[in-house]
C-alpha cells in the first residue's frame, strides 16, 4: 500500500500560503524553469500554458520523496493502482455526488490519449468531430490527425445575467450530429470560459447523443477547479439520460494539484463502452502508460491534498475577481469571471477596433505590454480577437500583468 488514503496531510493555514503567494515575483518563478516561463522571452511576464506558479499539495510532495527514497521506480504494483483507484472514487463522491463503480475506471498516461484512442477506434471511420468553441487548443487539431474533419460550433453569446456569457449552441451540435458528427468533445468545466455546464445543459447533450447514437468525450480534468461561489459541478456520466454506450469520462488530478508532468490520468466508462474500451488492443494497453510517480500522486493529491487544493480555488477566486475586474475596466477590453479553472478568456476587440491593437492581440501584447498569453484563435476561427490569459500565480505578479497591460493600451 503507499498510504492510508483516509489521512488528510494539514496544509499550511491560508494566511500562511496566501503571504508566500503574494510574495512570488517574476524572477523567483522564471527560475522555477518550468515550461510556461522558460519558453516566452525573459521580459515577458509569462501567463500563457495551463501550468500553475503555486506548487503543489505538501501532501503530494511528501508522497513522491517517499516514493523517491525508496526507489518506487519499478513497473506499477496492482495495490498502488488499487489505492489510486480509491482516492479517484471517493473524491468524486464527495466532492461531486457521483458513485463510480470500482470495474468502470481504469488509468490512462494522459487525458489526450484517451482522446485519441475513441476517436479512432470508438467512431465511425472518418466521421466528424464536434467541437463546441472556444476549445482547448488540441480539441481542434487532434481529429485531424486522425483523418477526422474537426466541426467548430461556437458558443452562443450571453450577457452574463439574464443567460450565461458563453453557452453550448445545442442546435448547433444537432445540426453536426445529423449531419454524421460521430463524437462531439464536451469539456465542462470549459477552458476557456471557465463556465461549469448545468444539469439542464448536460440532459440536453445526452438527448441528443441518445437521438443520433453520437459518442460524448467528456473531459473534466477542470472540475477540482471550481471556484468558490460558483455551481457544483455536474459529472456528465452522472446525469441519467447518458448512455453509458456512448459515454467516456476523462479526469485526472494534474490542473487541480498542477502535476500534468507525472502523466496519470482517469478514464470513466462503464457497460457497453467499458466492454469495447477493455476489448480494444489500442486502448486496453494505454494504463500501462501511466506513470507510477504520477499514480502515486495522483492518490496523495485526492485524498490527503484536498485542504491544500480548497485553499488554491480560494486564493484564485481573489486573484480572478481582482484582475478581471481590473481588465474589464479597460476601454475596449471584456472578460468574464469563470466559475472554475484559474483561465480568463479576455476580449480585445474594442481595443482591435479603434486601433490599439493592431494584429493578433497576444504577439501584441507580448511586445507592447510584455505579457505572454494564448492566442485566441488558437481555441476557435471565431476567437481572432480573443486571448486566453493564465492567472494561477501570486497576486502580485497577477497585479502587474494588469498594470501591464492597461498601461500598453492607455
Ligand atoms: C481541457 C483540458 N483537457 C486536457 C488537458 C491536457 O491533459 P493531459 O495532459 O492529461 O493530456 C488540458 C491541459 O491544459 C486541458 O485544459
Redesign the pocket.
Known amino acids: 500500500m503507499t498510504q492510508p488514503s483516509s489521512q488528510p496531510v494539514p496544509a499550511p493555514s491560508s494566511s500562511e500560503f496566501f503571504a508566500a503567494f503574494d510574495a512570488l515575483t517574476p524572477e523567483q518563478v522564471r527560475a522555477g524553469g518550468t515550461m510556461k516561463w522558460s519558453e516566452r522571452p525573459d521580459t515577458a511576464i509569462s501567463a500563457w500554458v495551463?501550468e500553475m506558479d503555486l506548487g503543489t499539495a505538501p501532501a503530494v510532495t511528501q508522497a513522491l520523496h517517499r516514493a523517491v527514497d525508496g526507489a518506487r521506480f519499478g513497473y506499477m504494483p496492482t495495490s498502488v493502482w488499487e489505492d489510486c483507484r480509491a482516492a479517484v472514487i471517493d473524491f468524486h463522491r464527495d466532492s461531486f455526488g457521483w458513485e463510480i463503480p470500482e470495474r468502470d475506471m481504469s488509468l490512462l498516461p494522459?487525458?489526450?490519449s484517451a482522446l485519441r484512442a475513441i476517436i479512432s477506434r470508438h467512431t465511425r471511420p472518418g466521421s466528424p468531430v464536434i467541437v463546441p468553441t472556444p476549445a482547448?487548443m488540441p480539441f481542434l487539431t487532434i481529429p485531424g490527425t486522425l483523418d477526422r474533419e474537426a466541426i467548430e460550433v461556437p458558443a452562443l453569446r450571453g450577457d452574463g445575467a439574464s443567460a450565461p456569457a458563453w453557452s453550448l449552441d445545442l442546435e448547433g451540435i444537432e445540426a453536426a450530429m445529423a449531419a454524421g458528427a460521430g463524437l462531439l468533445i464536451l469539456?465542462n468545466p470549459w477552458?476557456p470560459v471557465g463556465r461549469v455546464l448545468t444539469a439542464a445543459e448536460l440532459d440536453a447533450v445526452a438527448a441528443l447523443s441518445a437521438k443520433y447514437g453520437v459518442v460524448v468525450f467528456t473531459?473534466e480534468?477542470?472540475s477540482p477547479l471550481v471556484l468558490p461561489g460558483s455551481p457544483r459541478h455536474i459529472c456528465y456520466a452522472s446525469r441519467p439520460g447518458a448512455d453509458p454506450a456512448l459515454t467516456f469520462t476523462a479526469t485526472?488530478a494534474?490542473?487541480g494539484w498542477n502535476i500534468?508532468g507525472l502523466h496519470c490520468?482517469q478514464l470513466i466508462a462503464s457497460g457497453e463502452a467499458r466492454a469495447r474500451f477493455d476489448a480494444d488492443p489500442l486502448c486496453s494497453c494505454l494504463p500501462g502508460g501511466a506513470s507510477i510517480l504520477g499514480v502515486i500522486a495522483t492518490t496523495a493529491a485526492f485524498s490527503q491534498g484536498r485542504g491544500w487544493n480548497e485553499a488554491v480555488r480560494e486564493y484564485l477566486r481573489r486573484t480572478l475577481e481582482g484582475i478581471t475586474g481590473r481588465l474589464s475596466a479597460i476601454d475596449g477590453v471584456s472578460v468574464t469571471m469563470p466559475e472554475s479553472t484559474y483561465l480568463a478568456w479576455v476580449d480585445f476587440s474594442g481595443a482591435l477596433a479603434d486601433g490599439r491593437i493592431t494584429g493578433a492581440p497576444a504577439g501584441f501584447l507580448e511586445r507592447k505590454a510584455g505579457v505572454s498569453m494564448n492566442e485566441g484563435v488558437t481555441f476557435g476561427s471565431d476567437y481572432a480577437a480573443f486571448c486566453r490569459l493564465n492567472l494561477a500565480t501570486g497576486r502580485g505578479i497577477a497585479d502587474e500583468i494588469a498594470d501591464r497591460i492597461t498601461a500598453a493600451l492607455a
Request: include cysteine; charged fraction near 20%; hydrophobic fraction near 40%.
Open positions: 495551463a494522459d487525458v489526450l482547448y469539456c477552458n473531459d480534468i477542470h485526472a494534474s490542473k500534468p490520468a
